[in-house]
């Protein structure tokens, strides 16, 4: 599928919409006018890929509303070289924003299915995303230190696995929380271990599933 004219309208529409809800980093504004979330998107449905709300994709899993997206790469303050952990990878549209600011991105999904359809598309759109298949709650200790960490689940607040995983200096942005609503979270790493915590808004996630997260549904 091709970027039509009438695609990057609407996709234009939504970005001059969350300019207004708040979002006014312009790497990020102009990093989600780039990207077409259409791409991301359950076929049938691309009629809805610009609407500012989060949609069923596969794994029962989402593609988050883009207010959330910019919101947390807005958090998260990454800069172009910017070595970036996302944890949850799902469609790859959160990905392919990191990527197209310019951070070098690691992406880990638990999702076999997602992980091969995401990787796919991120690869064929041009997004040089490091992708990888496993249980990214205990994040990535082989491809550590991380200038930033983004969790884009619902974690329960013990965070400190991902936390050491963190450069001097960087940031980690998780929602943390119970299964119904979360509290989006920013972590700081200061010298000699030092970390800040502070919280900025309820969301609401699909469930961060792992050994540091919570235990599957059976």
Known sequence: MTDSLKLKGLRKRLVDDLHRKGINDLKVLQAMNAVP??????????????EDAAFPIEADQTISQPFTVAFQTQ???VNPGMRVLEIGTGSG???????QIGAI???IERHELLYRTSSKKLSELGYAAHCIWGD???GAPKYAPFDRILVTAASPEDVGVLELQLKEGGKLVVPVGDKNVQRMMLVERGVENNFTRT???EFKFVPL???????PEI
């Open 37 to 50: 979330r259409h791409l991301f998107f359950p076929s049938d449905f691309i009629s809805r890929a610009y």
């Open 75 to 77: 958090l998260l303050d």
């Open 93 to 99: 549209y959160q990905a392919a924003v990191l990527c």
């Open 105 to 107: 991105v690691y992406t």
């Open 136 to 138: 990214g709650t205990g």
């Open 199 to 201: 919280f900025h808004g």
């Open 209 to 215: 599933v792992g050994k540091y997260g919570w235990k």
